[in-house]
């Protein structure tokens, strides 16, 4: 679907800040072209004055759903904002020397904070990632439909091999840009879903500032598609994002946003039932984290309403591809985040790895049940449920830093339990390896 413009987004003035990589500055002439002040503006969005002085003067951007608001207010065309954050193109905007510079530029930043980290292995997968969030390759050429490649990525995240889905992930956001040229709905979607994926194996080896950035632009891709579903899924990337920074009530804000506006579309077909309970389980466990123990355990109880009647085994390429046994798996850990091993152990119990369809989810149950063994006090249960995990999908537990630390932990205080050795032996030796190879 082709989008037409404003006479005025074809100027010179235009495209020096598009080429000077200032949204900002896009902001402040949409702002005067409408004759506001910094206050009607900051009115609209429910910020101050001095915020939106502040969004337009910055040449970094530290919220891009702020600043995605403020252009649609001011009437900044998605595509035109989009190549001012050097997102449209198949290669970013280089910035001139003088010009604003985005911290993710910074090389000898991400080498510290990798370093400072502890990863050597996959190290230069990160920055590979990283380097294309600041400035894209050109696209490799592939013949392989994109579609097919995406698949083929979400398959590595589920089977655990996170070392190869990051690099695979700089060339497939290279190549989703470059289908965007024509902006059709259904292209903005393959993007939003890449940035997603990147958010998604990001969270899991703890890079929460890397995968806030995938997330945001996982929701601006997924406004511009114009689906529901596909903004609920970048929604949801974002609020977990949110939750591991510890700005639970932001995450819990964003997800129920994004719940209502599924269940605007009246539920009528599975897909969009499996969206809702999936938005509905993220939404209890960040309550459950919050300790809003009410709220927790009624929004699990709504989200395992809303699965009742999915099936067992979710269609291939499912958005959301929630079950019955997936929602009870999300009662585990909201059971755990609210201190009630016992609940947790007994709920998780009744579930069997076989009820899932993915390494990644079967390793799930079993690390869900070793943080209750561990809340419990029983080291001998944990190793072995982690040892299980291990035995699915080695990346869960040995990429983890929350899993990591419990291994460390069970090797310094109980070395002598069962299993213990074993696990220390299989997880610590080699370091953390982004599920290389």
Partial sequence: ?????????????????????????????????????????????????????????????SDLRLLQRAACEVGVPPHILGAALGLTGPRATNVAPNGPRHIEEDPMRRRTLLAAAGLAAPTSLL????????????????SVPLDVRLARARALFDTGRYGDLLKALPDLLATAHARIRERADIDYARLSACYSLTAQVLVKIGRYDQARLTA???????????????????????AIVLRHQNQSDSAQRLVLRAASAVEATGLHTQAQAAAYAQLLCTTSYTAARAGNRDEALSMIEDAARAARDLPAV?????????????????????????????AAIRTGGQLRPEQFTTAERKGRLHTDMARAWWQWGKPEQTAQSLLAAFRVTPAEVRDRPSMRAIVEELNRSHAQAAGVRELGRLVLAEGPRAGAG
Avoid at 127 to 140: M, Y
Avoid at 231 to 238: K, M, V, Y
Avoid at 314 to 341: K, N
Wanted: positive net charge; aromatic residues 4%; glycine residues 12%.
């Fill in 1 to 61: 679907m082709q989008r037409t413009i404003d006479p005025v987004w074809n100027s010179s003035r235009v495209r020096s800040l598009m080429e000077t990589s200032d949204p900002g500055g896009l902001i402040r002439l949409g702002r005067a072209l409408r004759g506001w002040r910094q206050a009607d503006l900051g009115r609209r969005l429910g910020c101050s004055a001095s915020t939106v002085s502040r969004l337009e003067k910055s040449g970094r951007v």
């Fill in 127 to 142: 920055l590979g990632v990283e380097s294309a969030l600041a400035d894209l390759p050109a696209p490799s050429g592939s």
């Fill in 216 to 238: 945001d632009r996982a929701g601006l891709y997924a406004d511009l598609s114009g689906s529901p579903l596909v903004s609920a899924a970048a929604a949801r990337e974002l």
């Fill in 314 to 342: 979710p269609p291939a390429g499912r958005l959301f591809a929630i079950t019955p046994a997936s929602v009870q798996l999300y009662q585990v850990g909201v059971h755990w985040a609210l201190g009630d091993a016992g």
